[in-house]
């Protein structure tokens, strides 16, 4: 199947640094990329959802300028914590959606904010 | 109206044993009924998926039953295995909607050898 490679898998940074998490549709173009956001033992948040070349649509409660999305390519979409603090430590999940296709999850990051 | 209820939160089963699990669901206009399984550390994958036209697929050992007038949907895992052991998640989608998915809570199966 179609695979979503996200990089790095595990992350660790020191508050009020920027973090960038990649994910890259290997053998399908991610016309639509979501973002999601994980807490322990707890479902999946949606975060954002972006289309390749527009802006992402971001949910309720979900700060845009926090969590920046970029999604330029129909390969790569990004997704950068900016001014990271210890409450954003969670695990991060992207998951890319070609046309017509099935979606496809990336296989996390696990962001630590000290 | 756009929530996934999953129960249960956890479940423990023995070795060979059948694991179930359900959801339900208050949107009508859902179309595409996906479970997925998440190890430790990992991203979902697709497990299985049904669409509403059907009342039960099967793959290998995963039967999804579906229910569109109770608006319910089961995962059913047979001969479980320790391997099968992970958190396990119902969803469901608007298809026309550009597959955004409404996850359910989560399931943490757990199969004893």
């Known amino acids: 199947g179609a695979v979503v490679s996200q990089h790095p898998s595990r992350v660790i940074c020191k508050s009020g640094t920027s973090v960038k998490i990649e994910c890259r549709s290997l053998d399908f173009q991610a016309t639509t990329m979501f973002w999601y956001r994980q807490f322990p033992k707890q479902s999946l948040m949606l975060m954002a959802t972006s289309n390749e070349g527009s802006k992402a649509t971001y949910e309720q409660g979900v700060e845009k300028d926090k969590f920046l999305i970029n999604h330029a390519s129909l390969t790569l979409s990004t997704l950068t914590v900016t001014s990271a603090h210890p409450e954003d430590s969670s695990f991060y999940i992207c998951r890319g959606q070609g046309s017509n296709t099935e979606a496809f999850f990336g296989q996390g990051t696990r962001l630590t904010v000290v | 109206q756009q929530q996934v209820k999953q129960s249960p939160q956890s479940l423990i089963v023995q070795k060979g044993g059948i694991s179930i699990i359900n959801c339900a669901y208050e949107?009508?206009?859902?179309?595409?009924f996906p479970w997925y399984q998440q190890f430790p550390g990992k991203g979902p994958a697709l497990l299985i998926a049904i669409r509403p036209d059907v009342s039960e697929k099967k793959e290998g050992r995963f039967t999804i039953s579906f229910n569109k007038s109770a608006k319910q949907f089961s995962l059913h895992i047979m001969d479980s295995q320790p391997g099968d052991s992970a958190t396990y998640f119902c969803?469901?989608?608007?298809?026309?909607?550009?597959?955004?998915?409404?996850f359910g809570e989560g399931t943490q199966l757990t199969v004893n050898p």
């Open positions: 949107n009508t206009a859902f179309d595409y």
């Open positions: 969803a469901a989608s608007i298809q026309t909607s550009g597959s955004r998915l409404t």
